[in-house]
């Protein structure tokens, strides 16, 4: 079952990229890295709110999924603000992605599972 997966893979994305925040340039760490780091912590959150949550489990799973989309873009543009390299944007966006479908996939499992 994807809500198994999904909390070890977010959990090891944040334990992965975290460090990298550091290398941020000064003029962006404070600003973009501190809200990637925290996007990460509001989906962590959600996640764990919705695997212990009975008919809202849908609600939390949707907002994990826009807060994904919005790390998505902070991603980007640290790639394009060379905050990270283009290697490092590639293995974030395929581990963003691989935990997006599994996320997906629950909500979409919730939504029939609640019919």
Request: glycine residues 4%.
């Amino acid at each position: 079952m994807n809500e198994v997966k999904i909390l070890p893979a977010l959990y090891d994305l944040i334990v992965w990229f975290s460090p990298k925040l550091s290398n941020y340039p000064k003029k962006y760490k404070y600003t973009l890295g501190d809200r990637i780091l925290s996007i990460k912590l509001d989906i962590l959150e959600n996640i764990i709110d919705a695997k212990y949550s009975g008919k809202k489990k849908s609600y939390f799973l949707r907002k994990a999924n826009l807060q994904l989309e919005k790390l998505r873009f902070l991603i980007r543009l640290s790639k394009d603000l060379q905050c990270i390299s283009i290697k490092q944007y590639e293995q974030t966006a395929k581990r963003i992605n691989e935990i997006g479908k599994m996320v997906g996939g629950w909500e979409k499992h919730s939504k029939m599972r609640n019919k």
